[in-house]
């Protein structure tokens, strides 16, 4: 909602440096709640519209571990079709699950690192979990841009060889509390700067068990 | 069982004190039971209501957790994640299943109904409890009581479904009817009921009572909530209070009355068996110890009654030695006091102390026990010339003469019933005898055993003795009557010295007469002088020294209409028994002081001797009535001389003593009459303020039979005469007897060899024609 307000100001203070260039465009942005808190784990897509050039085809390879009963990192992007890793590290097994719409799979208990990767060929938001451990979960937002960044803890994040051209702006948090509306930018080779709103709660690590917990 | 009346104020005072004091404790008991009870009623339903609460919230945490652990489960979270509407049911009703909830609910983020084990088709349909998702929404879960649209009430419990994020809502509802209520009812011990409060009033939801006792339960008069009240259902008494469950719900908490009471009435009632077998055993107890106390005393009444009759001789209860036990000891030393003491008085009473001989008040009593037909005389012995030999010999001579003679009277070989001394040398018999022989037998062993001289002090003495005898019921019905018949036997044996003599040859009138003879003398004391039946015979008495006459002895006379003169031994002897003495002597008193006072104004220089008898001499007027006579008639009291016999002395000898001394004081003569029959010895008469003595007419008689009477009666005219008597000789009937007398000093005669008595107009006459012969 604010986003909605606020990007077409912003967007008419970046139109002027906007300028086309082959080297590629960078855009910052900086998440932050209504309150001016920086939201770290917020991701930023940006789809290029009609007019900007073909996307790169770009497949990296995804890995979201586990150590310490933990899943790292909390929140992936991914492009679709993208393979993702879930090798274990920890002593005890796991048993990775997602009943999500776009993907749904089930890694039942293993050690070390499952023979096949997970492959997320549609986009959309995945939820993972592991069934022995409630408290683990992990976030994936499979999209179809190839443009894409998460914040960091200061809120930040940076989209670098960007085409010049225009983009839908895309922000998503899983504990948002309203998907925000996409916004249009324009971008040039000079490198834009972006203050976006997204309203979502912080992460709250949530307790493990207490024998998880005993250091033994 | 009678009880007494100590006996029954012991047992009162005891019984009464107890049912008093168990009272107040039984009082006391069931106040504080019931204040105890009241407070733990309280108490019990507080606690209850706080284990209902307990039990409540813990219910909720299990229903919780077991839908948590359900929530969780993979593959119920797989299934719901697969949003096939078949797929679901059957999983939720599966699942509900495991944990007994009976009905089972998913509901999307969004609060819309995904799938519900009630419902074939659910997808779509709004969540029927949207506040308990608003609920859930900020703490993660949520559960309360719900009443579903059958009007079935539920314990509803809302949890998430983890995927990992919340991805659906199930809500799982466990029915709350009379089953939950009454296991709830079964661990708090309380009624419980679930009712809504809504705007109709209140409605029963759930209830752990029975059809029966839930008729009689009546939501209106619930106590506000935190209060408690009691309410009545059924039979029993109900303390109830309410605790708000959720929203209109409530659950009312009812703790039965009886449940608490129940120790307190069973206290109470083994209170009472105790305190009835208390008083029972106390009842018992002091009936026992009542009787303890009471049993001797009555037992000791009892012996006190039978001492009181007379009887010694039984023995007195056997006590303890306590009190009673001590009581009944000085009880018994009483008794032996008063048997002793009785004894001694029976023996004063009945027994001659002399000889040791029952005395006269026996002999009569012994008499009159006799059956009455049975035979039987009484025979009265006198020892003869007794009282001479007393006053020759001293009184203590004559006294143990008299025990001699007891001595062997008593020893008999026919032993008579019984043998008693009546007074002096005067003894009696009782004889079994019927005929006159027999008693003649008797008589005459009687007088062989005092034939035989008797030895006292080396003084040989020799006695003899005079017995008359009266046959019953000849001469008298009674031992008064044939004892005074038997006297007369006697002194008619005596006089005619045949030393026995029989009562019917003594001329007595047979008692009828004799019981005229009383109306006939009080008639003639009626009639008095004008009548002229009583009159008095003056007989003469004779100076010896001088010659002259100048007394005479006033005697009695008595012309009875009809039968001419009556004897003086006829009718005197009767009216001194029958006491009509006294009402004749005054009378004699009086004509012979008023005689004395016409000689005295005739110019005659004459005393006169008037009798007295014992009755006479007894009667306190005597000295005062004597006294005015003869101021009245104005007579010197010198001229007046009363004759007394020894026996009238000897009755009452204090008494007598203290009116002949008023007498004497008068200045009246006193003269000792038949001196000689009695035992009175000249010592004892000494002391009397005596005059005169008068010789038995016995011993004047006796004179010439041999000289020791003779000598007799000289040693007592000389004894008299050193004491300062005169001595009169009375029955002088020969010149030989008048002559000896005058020969021996003695002072007076009279007697028909001097003069029959003859009337007082006649004396006169005789005086003059007597003084005529001696001057010639």
């Known amino acids: ?216 | 069982m009678g009880l007494t009346s100590l006996q029954r104020r012991i047992v009162l005072v005891f019984v009464g004190l107890l049912v008093l004091v168990m009272g107040l404790v039984l009082t006391l008991v069931r106040e504080s039971s019931a204040r105890i009870v009241g407070s733990e009623g309280s108490n019990g339903l507080v606690v209850g209501a706080k284990v209902f609460q307990r039990l409540l919230d813990q219910n909720q945490r299990q229903l919780e957790t077991a839908a948590s652990v359900l929530s969780a489960d993979f593959a119920f979270r797989e299934a719901i994640a697969t949003q096939d509407q078949p797929t679901m049911r059957s999983v939720i009703r599966n699942h509900g299943q495991r944990i007994h909830a009976q009905v089972m609910m998913v509901a999307d983020t969004d609060g819309a109904l995904i799938a519900s084990s009630q419902r074939e088709t659910a997808a779509g349909a709004a969540f029927p409890f949207p506040d308990l998702l608003l609920e859930a929404e900020s703490s993660g879960r949520s559960a309360g009581f719900r009443q579903m649209r059958n009007g079935q009430l539920y314990q509803v419990v809302l949890v998430p479904i983890m995927a990992p994020r919340r991805i659906a809502w199930v809500a799982m509802a466990f029915r709350v009817d009379d089953g939950w209520a009454r296991d709830m009812a079964e661990v708090t011990g309380l009624a419980v009921h679930v009712v809504r409060f809504g705007a109709r009033g209140p409605v029963l939801l759930a209830s752990s009572f029975d059809a029966r006792q839930r008729a009689a339960l009546s939501l209106g008069g619930l106590p506000a909530a935190g209060r408690q009240a009691l309410l009545e259902a059924g039979d029993e008494t109900w303390r109830t209070m309410r605790l708000p469950l959720d929203g209109a719900m409530q659950a009312v908490l009812q703790l039965p009355v009886s449940t608490v009471e129940a120790p307190f009435s069973q206290l109470l009632q083994r209170l009472l068996w105790v305190v009835g077998i208390a008083i029972l055993v106390f009842a018992l107890g002091s009936i026992t110890l009542a009787r303890r106390i009471v049993k001797p005393l009555e037992e000791l009444s009892e012996a006190a009654h039978r001492i009181a009759q007379g009887d010694y001789g039984q023995a007195l209860p056997a006590l303890p030695q306590d009190e009673i036990g001590r009581l009944a000891t000085s009880f018994a030393h009483m008794r032996d006091g008063i048997a002793s003491r009785e004894e001694r008085i029976v023996r004063l009473a009945y027994v001659d102390g002399l000889t040791d001989l029952p005395n006269r008040t026996r002999f009569l009593e012994t008499f009159a026990r006799l059956p009455a037909g049975a035979s039987r005389a009484v025979a009265v012995l006198n020892i003869d010339r007794f009282a001479m030999i007393n006053n020759a010999l001293g009184y203590q001579v004559g006294d143990r003469l008299l025990r001699e003679v007891g001595e062997r009277i008593s020893t008999l070989e026919r032993a008579p019933l019984m043998v008693a001394r009546l007074w002096g040398d005067h003894f009696a018999f009782l004889l079994e005898i019927e005929t006159e022989d027999c008693a003649r037998g008797f008589a005459g062993a009687v007088l062989q055993q005092l034939h035989d001289p008797i030895t006292l002090d080396g003084q040989r003495l020799d006695i003899g003795g005079s017995i008359g005898i009266a046959l019953y019921p000849q001469d008298g019905l009674d031992a008064g009557t044939l004892l005074r018949r038997a006297e007369l036997a006697l002194a008619a044996a005596k006089r005619r010295r045949s030393g026995l003599a029989f009562a019917h040859e003594a001329g007595a009138e047979p008692a009828p007469e004799q019981l005229s003879l009383i109306g006939d003398m009080r008639a003639a004391m009626a009639n008095g002088a004008h009548g002229g039946e009583f009159m008095l015979a003056y007989q003469p008495k004779l100076d010896l020294k001088s010659g002259r006459v100048n007394a005479a002895e006033a005697l009695l006379r008595w012309r009875r209409p009809g039968s001419g003169m009556v004897p003086p031994g006829s009718f005197i002897p009767f009216a001194e028994q029958t006491g009509f003495i006294r009402e004749i002597t005054p009378w004699v008193l009086d004509a012979a002081i008023r005689q004395l006072a016409q000689w005295q104004a005739q110019g005659l220089d004459i005393a006169v001797s008037a009798n007295l008898s014992t009755l006479d001499l007894l009667d306190p007027e005597l000295p005062r009535r004597v006294k005015a006579l003869l101021e009245f008639h104005r007579v010197p009291p010198a001229r007046l001389c009363l004759e007394i016999t020894e026996s009238a002395l000897m009755d009452e000898p204090a008494l007598a003593l203290s009116h002949l001394n008023a007498l004497a004081a008068l200045g009246v003569k006193l003269s000792i009459d038949d001196y000689g029959v009695g035992q009175a010895s000249l010592a004892y008469l000494k002391s009397l303020p005596v005059n005169e003595l008068k010789l038995d007419r016995s011993f004047i008689t006796a004179i010439a039979d041999s000289p020791r009477n003779a000598a007799i009666v000289k040693s007592t005219i000389m004894l008299s005469h050193a004491l300062g008597l005169s001595v009169v000789a009375e029955g002088i009937e020969t010149a030989e007897e008048l002559d000896w007398l005058r020969a021996n000093g003695c002072d007076v005669g009279q007697g028909y060899r001097i003069s029959k008595p003859i009337m007082a107009a006649e004396l006169a006459d005789w005086l003059a024609c007597n003084d005529a012969i001696r001057s010639e």
């Open chain 1, 1 to 216: 909602m604010f986003l909605r307000a606020s990007l077409p100001a912003l967007l008419a203070v970046l139109g002027l440096p906007l300028a086309s260039g082959a080297a590629g465009a960078i855009l910052d942005a900086r998440v932050a709640t209504p309150a001016g808190k920086p939201v770290p784990d917020a991701v930023v897509v940006l789809e290029p519209l009609a007019g900007t050039g073909p996307a790169a085809k770009n497949r990296p390879h995804a890995v979201i571990e586990q150590r310490g009963a933990e899943f790292s990192p909390w929140v992936t992007v991914v492009q679709a079709g993208t393979a993702v890793d879930f090798p274990n590290n920890d002593t005890v097994r796991h048993h990775v699950y997602s009943f999500s719409q776009p993907k749904r799979f089930e890694i039942k208990l293993y050690a070390g690192k499952p023979g096949q990767p997970i492959t997320f060929d549609k986009p959309g938001e995945v939820a993972i979990g592991c069934n022995i451990h409630d408290w683990m979960e992990a976030y994936v937002l499979v999209v179809e841009s190839p443009y894409f960044g998460k914040t960091g803890p200061d809120g930040q994040v940076r989209i670098a060889n960007l085409p010049a051209g225009r983009y839908r702006l895309q922000l998503w948090h899983p504990l948002q509390k309203a998907q925000a509306a996409a916004g249009e930018i324009e971008l040039a080779a000079a490198p834009a700067k972006l203050n976006l709103v997204l309203d979502a709660r912080a992460r709250e690590p949530r307790p493990h068990t207490a024998a998880d917990q005993d250091s033994y």
